[in-house]
């Protein structure tokens, strides 16, 4: 069973830099999409940035991009979100996921992606 730890997560102040890691237990690590997401308090999840198993392809929502840079190690079996120029909104617990499936494609929605890690909280404050 695939488990999922995130750790990176906390205070920043706006205009600082975090990177966030997410540790995947299992087999076939470099087989899937992973994707990062966020949620803020009373506001909806929402995708933040993917990266295809391979590496060779990435994503990221119009609000982060040129601020985050996703990346992996498949031989380490991890995934980070090293997160630049932080926002006051980019405050949310922060999450990472894998692709149900392993087709190479990177979508942005939730339903795409399980398991989930336990999230980490990234607070950027003024």
């Known amino acids: 069973q695939v488990q999922l730890v995130e750790s990176g997560g906390g205070l920043v102040q706006a205009g600082g830099s975090l990177r966030l890691s997410c540790a995947a237990s299992?087999?076939?690590?470099?087989?899937?999409?992973m994707g990062w997401f966020r949620q803020a308090p009373g506001k909806e999840g929402e995708f933040v940035a993917g990266?295809?198993?391979?590496?060779?392809?990435?994503h990221y929502a119009g609000s982060v991009e040129g601020r985050f840079t996703i990346s992996r190690d498949n031989a380490k079996n991890t995934v980070s979100l090293l997160m630049s120029s932080l926002l006051l909104e980019d405050t949310a617990v922060y999450y990472c996921?894998?692709?149900?499936?392993?087709?190479?494609?990177?979508?942005?929605?939730?339903?795409?992606?399980?398991?989930w890690g336990q999230g980490t909280q990234v607070t950027v404050s003024s």
């Open positions: 996921a894998r692709k149900r499936s392993s087709v190479a494609s990177v979508p942005i929605l939730r339903d795409f992606y399980s398991p």
């Open positions: 299992g087999r076939a690590f470099s087989s899937y999409t």
């Open positions: 990266i295809s198993g391979s590496g060779d392809t990435t």
